[in-house]
């Protein structure tokens, strides 16, 4: 191909161009830095320095004031002793803090969408409380990122190494591929590699183990600019943008702009341009078309921003976190990019120079040259003095329109309004002044933007390390869990801060929630039971067993279970418990075919049995009491199994059988005679439900089994059969041991009509069950009523966790060791091991509310601390929830892996107590006892501790709600009353709560309306009965 002189002329004309719009920047992609990637974390800029990107995710804490201090000199360590390093020269910092408090309202909305759509696929219909809570937090939080640069230039080498390392560089480009308009390859000095390496590590051993540590990630190239560029502009940079840094990221692309003459130039054997498969230019890449210079203002995409920079620095420097407080109150976005050179020579130079030398002149000068000899003084003292600056954006969404010709008008009537309180907030932060305007503004921009100006162009100064520490954003607390799947929370400043129960980042799942009445304690244990119900991360919902006093989680179980299909709303229960005979639970069930409890049931009979024979323990010694008890379960399972030579059947009656056992054992056609015993139809209705995959039969089988074990009865008849096997015990109250137990398990059997019958209470196909146990418990405070508490207790606690506390490796050896024992065929031992595997995967969790009403009973704690330690293995996690901690055992404290504190009711006395359970700080302390009762604007204040494997966070945190998740966790008997009704007869529960959260605010109130309106002639119930009557008009 021939060359002509037009073709010459064009070329160079092109060129001239390029090289005054680089020289004048009047194309703003010349100002961004970065060339190239160097290797999978480093990226190489112009002048060939390396750089790498940490994603600074927060410090394991939370601004305390005086943790606050012990930080702050670590970080001054940290920075003298770098500041020493032979490599220091060379060794610069650039940390970038963006707060948006404008930019979580679509963010939220993402966050809860895979929780709406996991409860679309189980049917539960909560979509209208999750968007509520979207826009709640929403509206209230606020966005924060913060990005570590960390840049190595080649001063950090010795001089001879200098010249080597830029030599090599140099040859290293000449041999690099090239192309017109493409990324410039080879622009690192591979010399530095191995300093900036040291320089990162440094960095990153001291984030890791200074006092609570940080949570940072290292980003590789592709991440660190796709981070960068999310910055700049957002709404051009989706998740799915990547950057094109070498030629397997590219396809083939026109080379039209490629000159003539490079073109021609090429050998036939080998491309001197690669222009049709480099990537393009990372500048052009990062900085895309449509950047606007308004003067002041900058506008990119669907952003218009007013950058601005600290030009006096601050004369008594502040932490970041007063300046967020203000900029959340007002809403206002900020970004703030800090540069922190070790070349504090070069900061300020000329100035510093001028005033040194003609320091007659003005008091001001003076000043500066004092200034600069005391900071002199500092550095040779083994002090840190650094080149200082500070670059900061404000922003707000791009308003435009345009006349009749096209132009384009901008309105920045809001931004203007921002920018003015950002600077005066700015100056306040510690006494600086700010300005607006220094350069370019789209420079000025990039310059408040991570990655985009290296060094930033604002002024520089010498500052010493304290001051610049107070200033960067060294206690922003992390957030350890994701928000997806997660409770949130969100901080003083408004960033969301999620927890997430039962993850493998804490080593058992047991949380406390401590706080008096009113504090917001009870509904977040609501919001516990709401999580495991509707989590996106778990296949199928949980178990979830409770024991509450009052109707505390009565809402939101309520909620639950109308949100369920109609075949399925026996799922969720929420019943008070009661010894009045209708609910019967016998505590010697077993398993399904099993003659014999397992060993973990075994245990909890001897415990059970023990708590009945209270009274015996002192006089009878425990040890000869448990012996006789053993002997007394022994003997009433062998008195029920056909195996035994003791054996006594319960024969099988039809007229009295169960009718649905009757159906089935007419389905499986079993034999039947006068001698038919219940463990043979048993036997018959599991052998029947196996072979035909028939849970009915299976179902049947579980009905009749109840008949077919031993009942409290058994338990009496069999102690008193032992009487010559214990006669020389030694004696009580002048009556044997044996007869001693036997009455004092007769004078049980007079008392619990719970648990003295045929078990007519099954929750096994419940997935959420709480027990009230308000009634049951009473509020009497003799001895005999802890005893009869203690006793409700542990037949409640039998009755909610005989499914929580088995698995494959514990039950299923135990069943398979001795199979014949426990009477097992090899189909049902299969059954049996196939539905322990499928226990193992499901999520269990067990609360208890109010749980300082168990403090007196006997067995009650020592119970609960088995389930602590036994947790994990089960994979059961605990919720507990008390008014007063001093009541939980000492174990539990010490295992639990998060607490939450609503307070101390605002007494200086229970926070001096939980002060000292928990080991806090006087910080810490204070923030307790100033903990108020919840309002609408605030939500509940709740001081939190997470116990991970990063580390334990303390932090305070804000808990809200929004009126329809409020209605939907109501548990007044009124409120559920009302809203009982709605769900009932109005078209939907999303639409009862909607009608609810809109209209009434507080249904005692308009009660009492209602009931004025009819001159006080209306019952409660009647009054309810009407409001609802005024809401259903709603739905016409």
């Given amino acids: ?99 948006d408090p404008e930019g979580m309202n679509d963010a939220a909305h993402h966050f809860r969408q895979r929780m709406v759509k996991a409860s679309e696929r189980r049917g539960l219909d909560i979509k209208d409380i999750l968007e509520e ?15 570590l640069m960390i840049v190595t230039h080649i001063e950090s080498l010795p001089k001879a190494d200098q010249i080597h390392a830029l030599k090599r560089a140099a040859h290293e480009r000449k041999s690099a591929a090239k192309g017109v308009d493409c990324i410039v390859p080879q622009a690192g000095i591979k010399g530095l590699e191995a300093v900036h390496e040291q320089h990162v590590n440094k960095v990153k051993v001291f984030l890791k183990e200074t006092m609570m540590g940080y949570m940072f990630e290292r980003l590789n190239c592709y991440e660190a600019l796709w981070a960068m560029r999310h910055s700049f502009a957002g709404g051009t940079t989706g998740p799915g943008w990547k950057a094109r840094l070498t030629m397997n990221d590219c396809r083939f692309r026109s080379t039209d702009e490629v000159p003539v003459s490079k073109k021609v130039t090429q050998a036939s054997n080998k491309p001197n341009d690669w222009s049709f498969i480099m990537p393009p230019q990372l500048s052009e890449q990062m900085v895309p078309e449509g950047v606007v210079d308004l003067g002041p203002y900058v506008v990119v995409g669907e952003r218009t921003y007013a950058p601005m920079y600290v030009s006096e620095l601050a004369v008594a420097p502040q932490p970041l976190e007063e ?82 010709k096209g132009q384009a008008f901008y309105d920045v009537k809001a931004l203007q309004k921002k920018a003015q309180d950002i600077e005066t907030l700015v100056q306040h932060w510690g006494n600086q002044q700010v300005d607006t305007i220094f350069g370019c503004s789209v420079e000025a921009l990039m310059s408040a933007t991570p990655g985009y100006a290296m060094p930033p162009a604002c002024p520089k100064a010498p500052q010493i390390e304290l001051d610049i520490i107070a200033q960067l954003p060294i206690m922003r607390s992390s957030r350890i869990w994701e928000p997806e799947a997660a409770i949130w929370f969100r901080t003083a400043e408004g960033v969301l801060n999620p927890y997430q129960p039962f993850t493998s980042k804490q080593n058992a799942m047991l949380s406390m929630v401590l706080g008096g009445m009113g504090y917001g304690k009870s509904n977040l244990l609501s919001e516990h039971i709401f999580n495991f119900a509707y989590n996106p991360d778990i296949e199928e919902m949980p178990y979830i067993r409770g024991i509450d006093f009052g109707a505390s989680a009565a809402g939101v179980v309520d909620m639950i279970r109308d949100s369920l299909p109609d075949g399925r709303k026996h799922e969720a229960v929420f019943q008070g418990f009661s010894n009045n005979g209708k609910m019967v639970k016998n505590m010697l069930d077993t398993r399904l075919g099993l003659r014999l409890p397992l060993s973990d049931h075994l245990r909890f009979l001897q415990s059970w049995l023990l708590i009945l024979c209270e009274s015996l323990i002192k006089d009878g010694d425990v040890s000869n009491v448990v012996a006789v008890l053993t002997a007394t379960i ?3 399972y062998e008195r029920r199994n056909p195996e035994s030579h003791l054996f006594e059947p319960v024969f099988y009656h039809e007229p009295t059988a169960n009718p649905f056992v009757v159906k089935m054992v007419k389905r499986a056609e079993l034999p039947l005679d006068d001698a038919t015993h219940y463990w043979e139809i048993v036997d018959g209705l599991i052998s029947f439900g196996l072979k035909h995959n028939d849970n009915d039969a299976l179902h049947a089988a579980k009905l ?10 058994d338990l009496i008849k069999s102690c008193n059969m032992l009487e010559d096997q214990f006669k020389k015990m030694p004696q009580i109250a002048g009556t044997s041991m044996v007869s001693a137990v036997t009455n004092a398990l007769m004078n049980a059997n007079a008392l619990f009509p719970c ?6 209470t099954d929750i096994s196909e419940s997935r959420v069950c709480i027990f009230d146990m308000s009634e049951a418990f009473g509020r009497g405070s003799t001895p005999h009523d802890d005893w009869l508490r203690s006793v409700y207790f542990a037949t409640v606690y039998r009755l909610l966790t005989e ?15 001795n199979q014949d024992k426990f009477g097992l065929s090899d189909d049902l031992l299969a059954w049996h091991i196939a539905y322990f595997e499928r226990q193992d995967q499901i999520i269990k969790a067990f609360l208890a509310d109010e749980l300082h009403r168990c403090g007196k009973v006997e067995g009650a704690l020592e119970l609960i601390d088995s389930m602590g330690f036994e947790g994990r293995k089960y994979r059961v996690g605990m919720i507990l929830g008390t008014q007063m901690p001093q009541h939980l055992p000492p174990s539990m404290i010490k295992l639990a892996s998060s607490v939450f504190i609503f307070g101390a009711s605002q007494s200086a006395e229970n926070a001096k107590v939980l002060q000292q359970i928990f080991d806090l700080s006087d910080d810490e302390r204070q923030i307790l ?15 939190v501790i997470h116990k991970t494997e990063m580390g334990v966070q303390h932090l305070k945190l804000h808990f809200q709600m929004g009126n329809i998740k409020r209605w939907a966790y109501a548990n007044e008997p009124e409120e559920r009353g009302l809203r009982g009704i709605l769900y009932a007869e109005g078209p939907s529960t999303a639409w009862a709560r909607r009608v609810l959260a809109k209209n009434i605010s507080d249904v005692k109130k308009a009660i009492k309306a209602k009931q004025a309106n009819h001159d006080g002639q209306l019952s409660t119930n009647e009054a309810v009965r009407l409001i609802a009557n005024d809401l259903l008009q709603f739905a016409s």
């Fill in 1 to 99: 191909m021939s060359i002509k002189f037009a073709d010459r002329v064009m070329d160079s004309l092109d060129e001239l161009r390029r090289g005054i719009r680089g020289w004048t920047k009047g194309d703003h992609t010349q100002y961004f830095p970065i060339a190239c990637k160097h290797n999978e974390y480093v990226l190489a800029l112009h002048n060939g320095s390396l750089m790498s990107v940490l994603d600074i995710r927060g410090y394991m804490g939370q601004y305390f004031p005086s943790q606050y201090q012990k930080l702050t000199k670590k970080w001054s360590q940290f920075m003298q002793t770098i500041s020493r390093d032979k490599s220091a020269k060379g060794f610069d910092l650039f940390w970038s803090y963006e707060f």
């Fill in 133 to 147: 809570e979207a826009d709640l937090y929403g509206e209230v939080c606020a966005m924060e990122s913060q990005y």
């Fill in 323 to 404: 300046l967020l407080r203000m900029c959340y109150q007002r809403r206002l976005p900020i970004r703030m990019v800090y540069s922190l050179m070790s070349n504090s020579e070069q900061a300020n130079y000329w100035n510093r120079l001028f005033a040194g030398v003609f320091n007659f002149a003005s008091a001001s000068n003076r000043q500066i040259a004092k200034a600069d000899r005391a900071m002199k003084a500092y550095q040779e003292s083994n002090g840190a003095v650094l080149g200082y600056g500070i670059s900061i954006t404000t922003w707000a969404p791009t308003q435009v329109v345009y006349d009749d």
């Fill in 634 to 636: 022994q003997r009433a």
């Fill in 704 to 713: 009749a089994q109840r008949n077919a074990v031993p009942k409290f009865e």
């Fill in 755 to 760: 648990f003295t019958g045929i078990t007519n």
């Fill in 803 to 817: 499914d929580l506390f088995i698995n494959k490796i514990v039950s299923g050896n135990e069943l398979a060791d």
């Fill in 929 to 943: 006892e100033g903990i108020t009762k919840p309002n609408p604007e605030k939500g509940a204040e709740v001081f």
